[in-house]
């Protein structure tokens, strides 16, 4: 599958729900492999108490407060790397939580790294699914996804889809803000289908 080209740090520059949203059907690349993002959380900081970055600046949420374009991967419940992309103008956290991905490329290496997945469909149906079948690891927090071997890259193919939009998935604190998106339909997504 050919892809269009990277995203520029302007895309992510912007408010982070607008990105989540603008995230569906872009095209996550690791190294061989790449999947279609098909599900987003946003995370906005300040009254987001949801959000890491809700308490401020630390060693771990550095990041989050830096320039737009980079890598947040972060370790959770002692056994899953969680990727986030972060937004917003630098001093402004915000970050976006890549939930779910459809494999369009390296696909039998995605398998060796996940042999529990039956199908295709559970591949990248999940924060932790998807960055242990793309390789993604603690090592590329704070990469640049502008350049380097971590990108998001346009489609190359316009695909038409309804965005669905319910609460968050997975978290007690601002549960109820709806901030996960979704393509509609799409049998790749983690958790409650829309």
């Known amino acids: 599958m050919r892809f269009g080209p990277i995203l520029k740090r302007e895309f992510y520059d912007r408010a982070t729900v607008e990105v989540a949203r603008d995230l569906l059907g872009k095209v996550l690349v690791h190294g061989p492999a790449a999947g279609a993002i098909v599900e987003t959380e946003a995370y906005l900081g300040g009254e987001d108490l949801a959000a890491h970055s809700a308490r401020g600046i630390t060693d771990r949420t550095r990041v989050i407060f830096g320039p737009p374009g980079h890598a947040y991967v972060y370790f959770i419940y002692g056994m899953y790397e969680c990727l986030n992309l972060v937004c917003e103008a630098k001093g402004v956290p915000g970050c976006v939580l890549i939930r779910a991905l459809e494999p369009v490329a390296g696909i039998e290496l995605m398998q060796k790294r996940r042999p529990a997945a039956r199908k ?35 489609s190359f193919e316009a695909r038409q889809f309804d965005i ?14 709806p901030l996960r998106f979704l393509i509609r339909g799409n049998r790749f997504v983690s958790g409650r289908k829309a």
Do not use: F, H, W
């Not at 669905?164 to 803000?177: E, F, N, Q, S, Y």
């Open 120 to 154: 295709a469909e559970d591949l990248a149906s999940g924060p932790g699914k998807l960055t242990l079948a793309m390789g993604i690891t603690r090592a590329q927090n704070a990469a640049d996804v502008t350049r380097g071997s971590l990108v998001v890259r346009d």
């Open 164 to 177: 669905a939009v319910t609460p968050r998935i997975g978290i007690t604190k601002c549960a109820d803000l």
